[in-house]
């Protein structure tokens, strides 16, 4: 009786990112000897990875925070929407003020005076924007209210007082008790000519904001004083409106403009600072362009050195394919070699922006006493602090495009390595 030989039974294939080809490319990652050079592009490119990825992060950061102070500052001394009158002054201020009271969506309604006059005091002098505003209303302006530094708005109706920013005190030499002269540019007529008309207050409070063009150049005083010194004979410049939610604006228009019960004009946040925030959303789209460039530069240096790794393993790869490995194993260990790379790399990078951006302003402070220099002056860049924003979906997209630009880059090499003919490169060999 003739027994059926069994059949051999091949050795299955590896499964895709086995164990042997993870082991292969974390080898081809630490060369040796003459290999060294390649060693060092590896490095090079990881910390081109990881400095672009943390700087575009930080970059980002600093820039959202910087618009998100800019708005809530501004936005805490100036009303959402301003109401300006046509066709007639605005001498029936009050009615329309308790009409837009009323209005849903309003938060708060006031009436002001608003004018350029000089400031005075026997040390220096200043052009302020001063507005007359009543007390109670005062109080209900959050940039000012909420910042008091000295002083305080109790008495602020109860005479000639006025309320001014801690940079113009400073600017002025005065403080809390003192007395500052307003003069303004439009006075009385007389036979000699147009005399100005000038007046002294006596300072109540300081605020500081925070930005450095308000804390220097706004000042108010009661209504019924700017009422007399601008000599508007009861008329108010404007109305502000705070209302609940400023991104609901466009839904607010018809709602105030029909409230009003009048002909106005109405200019909202966006519009009166549409010039600076544009420029502002420019420059941040610029930056994350130019500095995206960075983490594709690292990249192109992953291309660089994972070519000059195949060419110098043209051998190995020939007797790993003698042995039975396929053209996607051999592709696959130089996807991981450099992906590697990159996927370290951007980790890393994260973990530094992030640690950079949560102590952004510690850092600028470090350095200012470092090389004793001010760093970020604020009459420049208006805010007395470095602040940052973590926006969380920003943060996804540059991790994601280093990851994309990392696993691109070494499609090449490793397409180039699986296509080596193990033949010729033995016989090279």
């Known amino acids: 009786m003739h027994g059926t030989a069994p059949l051999e039974t091949q050795p299955a294939p590896p499964k895709p990112f086995s164990a042997v080809e993870r082991m292969l490319a974390m080898r081809y990652l630490r060369p040796r000897g003459k290999e060294g050079f390649i060693s060092v592009i590896a490095v090079l490119s990881f910390l081109g990875v990881m400095l672009g990825v943390a700087t575009l992060i930080v970059v980002m950061s600093v820039m959202n925070g910087f618009r998100k102070e800019l708005v809530s500052k501004i936005l805490g001394l100036n009303g959402h929407v301003f109401v300006q009158a ?35 005091s026997p040390i220096a002098s200043s052009g302020v924007i001063v507005r007359g505003m009543a007390g109670a209303d005062l109080e209900k302006v959050p940039g000012v209210a909420n910042n008091i530094r000295s002083g305080g708005l109790e008495d602020f109706d109860q005479g000639a007082n006025i309320v001014i920013g801690t940079r113009l005190a400073a600017q002025l030499g005065v403080s809390v008790g003192d007395k500052v002269t307003l003069i303004a540019p439009r006075g009385a007529t007389t036979p000699m000519g147009v005399v100005p008309r000038l007046k002294a207050y006596m300072v109540v409070a300081e605020f500081e904001i925070g930005m450095s063009e ?84 690292a990249a192109l240096n992953i291309v660089s050195g994972m070519i000059m790794l195949v060419k110098d393993k043209g051998s190995a790869i020939a007797i790993l394919r003698t042995m039975g490995a396929t053209q996607g194993a051999v592709m696959r260990v130089f996807l991981l070699t450099g992906g590697a790379i990159g996927v370290v790399g951007t980790i890393a990078g994260f973990a530094l922006g992030m640690l950079i951006t949560l102590n952004v302003e510690s850092i600028r402070q470090f350095l200012s006493r470092l090389t004793q220099t001010r760093l970020f002056p604020p009459e420049l860049y208006f805010l007395s602090t470095l602040p940052s924003e973590i926006d969380w979906w920003e943060v996804a997209t540059i991790v994601a495009i280093a990851l994309i630009l990392s696993i691109l880059a070494t499609l090449y090499p490793a397409w180039r390595a699986a296509k080596l003919d193990p033949v010729e490169q033995l016989r090279r060999g």
Do not use: C, H
């Open 214 to 297: 308000f804390d220097s150049s706004f000042a108010f005083i009661p209504f019924d004083e700017a009422d007399t010194f601008f000599n508007k004979e009861g008329e108010a410049s404007s109305i502000e409106i705070f209302i609940d939610d400023p991104d609901r604006i466009d839904t607010m228009r018809p709602i105030i403009e029909k409230a009003a019960g009048r002909p106005v004009l109405l200019v909202d946040w966006r519009q009166r600072n549409r010039t600076f925030f544009s420029a502002l959303e420019v420059e941040r789209n610029v930056m994350f362009i130019i500095l995206t460039q960075v983490i594709l530069v």
């Open 86 to 120: 046509i066709e007639s002054p605005l001498t029936d201020y009050k009615d329309v003020v308790e009409r837009l009271r009323q209005a849903p969506g309003v938060a708060s309604v006031k009436a002001f005076i608003e004018g350029q006059a000089l400031a005075s």
